[in-house]
């Protein structure tokens, strides 16, 4: 993504409570429309889906763009997707967006489901 998306200053008391994410997440007719696709969508949409609804492993590795904040990126992230202010789909796409702006890349996010047949 060549577009730079500033990483927004999250307080504590936001990261807790984030009810003024739409006043830092970008505005939905900024986000580009391959993020707004929910029925597609871009691997970064699919992380994100994996995040909101079943959690990430903890072995997930997150490799920040230079220059980026990584701390600061991923409480952004995680701040947006448990504000309750903007609707489902826009905080999708817009987490899905940012990802994409501050992250090369994101290791591991896929939960393995076990193996049938295999005894432990």
Same mark, same amino acid.
């Given at each position: 993504? /060549? ?19 739409? /006043? ?36 997930? +590795?997150? +490799? ?46 896929? +939960? ?5 047949? +295999?005894?432990?």
């Amino acid at each position: 993504m /060549s577009t730079v998306l500033p990483v927004p200053e999250i307080s504590g008391l936001d990261a807790a409570f984030p009810a003024d994410a739409l /006043s830092w997440m970008p505005p939905w007719d900024e986000i580009p429309p391959e993020f707004r696709d929910m029925n597609r969508g871009t691997e970064w949409n699919r992380i994100v889906r994996q995040w909101f609804f079943s959690g990430l492993p903890a072995t997930t +590795k997150f +490799k920040a763009k230079k220059g980026i904040d990584e701390r600061a990126a991923l409480r952004a992230i995680s701040a947006t997707m448990g504000s309750w202010a903007p609707k489902h789909e826009h905080k999708e796409a817009a987490t899905a967006y940012m990802l994409s702006c501050w992250f090369e890349s994101v290791k591991g996010w896929e +939960k393995r489901k076990g193996r049938k047949g +295999k005894s432990a």
